[in-house]
């Protein structure tokens, strides 16, 4: 077993019980990726955790973006353009490695991981936390 590339804690916590709990959620799911690309000569368990990443990261971003508009958030539209980025660049890194890329390759991934977990999270859902629950 590999250290994990996450650790969660309380400076995740953005203060939004339901969103709180899938960011825990997909933190889970990369922590099983970094584990799988470390440990798995199978390609095949790779791009399922790369799959249910990707699918939990859209729902995810759904989620949050009807909580948005529920409470008017004023930023709507840069941190919508955020979550677009985000499965772009998501999107991009599993392509290359759906389309044969060494299964070792797995620093872009994690730096778009790391991206969307470190800056994303702690920086604009906590300050979109903070102004609908003004």
């Known amino acids: ?41 199978e390609r095949s368990e790779v791009t399922k955790c790369l799959g249910d990443i990707y699918a939990r990261m859209q729902a995810h971003f759904a989620l949050e973006e009807h909580f948005m508009k529920e409470h008017e958030y004023q930023f709507f539209d840069e941190h919508k353009r955020e979550h677009s980025e985000l499965l772009e660049d998501y999107t991009e890194c599993m392509m290359r490695f759906l389309n044969g890329a060494s299964i070792s390759s797995k620093n872009p991934i994690e730096e778009c991981l790391t991206q969307w977990v470190v800056d994303h999270i702690t920086t604009s859902d906590k300050k979109m936390s903070l102004i609908v629950q003004e």
Do not use: P, Q, Y
């Open 1 to 41: 077993m590999t250290d994990t590339l996450f650790r969660w804690d309380d400076s995740f916590l953005i203060g939004i019980a339901e969103l709180d709990h899938e960011h825990k959620v997909l933190i889970d799911d990369i922590n099983m990726l970094n584990e799988e690309l470390a440990g798995s000569d």
